[in-house]
């Protein structure tokens, strides 16, 4: 099984939420939040700052921890082919300065400001419901219900 630790960015701000579009090598787009995998002996809290100004071009500042998610892709569903267990931590966040701007050689290919009412029909990662979820419950435990994925959901 392979493993992932990410951290993310859940930015909502006048009704609106900020997503990256990211396009896969075979040209499908899906969009996600800000964030990624967490280095090696990267402080996560870390890791999301970082990857909001690699991704979007913008300063953040995180305002608090929402919750973690931990889910297991089976083989079939993962990309990889090989089963896999992604760790994510989601981070409610604010945008301090910058102006958004796609991520340079990288795999996002524009960050977008997105009306709320408008994310249930975008090809997005399961990744924006959970952090969604998170933003809008605020779970004591930090945890919401797995999101079923399908249809304009993916892993």
Same mark, same amino acid.
């Given at each position: 099984?392979?493993? +992932? ?73 993962? +990309? ?28 996002? =290919? ?27 419950? +605020? ?5 919401? =219900? ?10």
């Amino acid at each position: 099984m392979s493993f +992932r630790l990410a951290a993310y960015a859940v930015c909502v701000d006048a009704e609106r939420v900020l997503l990256v579009r990211c396009v896969a090598p075979s040209g499908e787009t899906t969009w996600s939040l800000p964030g990624g995998r967490v280095e090696h002996a990267e402080d996560p809290f870390d890791a999301v700052l970082r990857e909001v100004a690699e991704e979007t071009g913008c300063a953040a500042v995180v305002d608090r921890l929402l919750g973690v998610d931990s889910r297991v892709i089976p083989a079939a569903e993962a +990309r990889s082919g090989r089963e896999h267990q992604n760790v994510g931590i989601f981070y409610q966040v604010r945008i301090m300065g910058g102006v958004l701007r796609p991520e340079p050689n990288g795999a996002t =290919a524009e960050p977008v400001w997105t009306p709320l009412p408008d994310v249930v029909q975008l090809r997005r990662s399961s990744l924006v419901d959970v952090g969604l979820a998170l933003a809008r419950t +605020r779970p004591a435990t930090g945890h919401v =219900a797995p999101v079923p994925v399908g249809g304009l959901i993916a892993h």
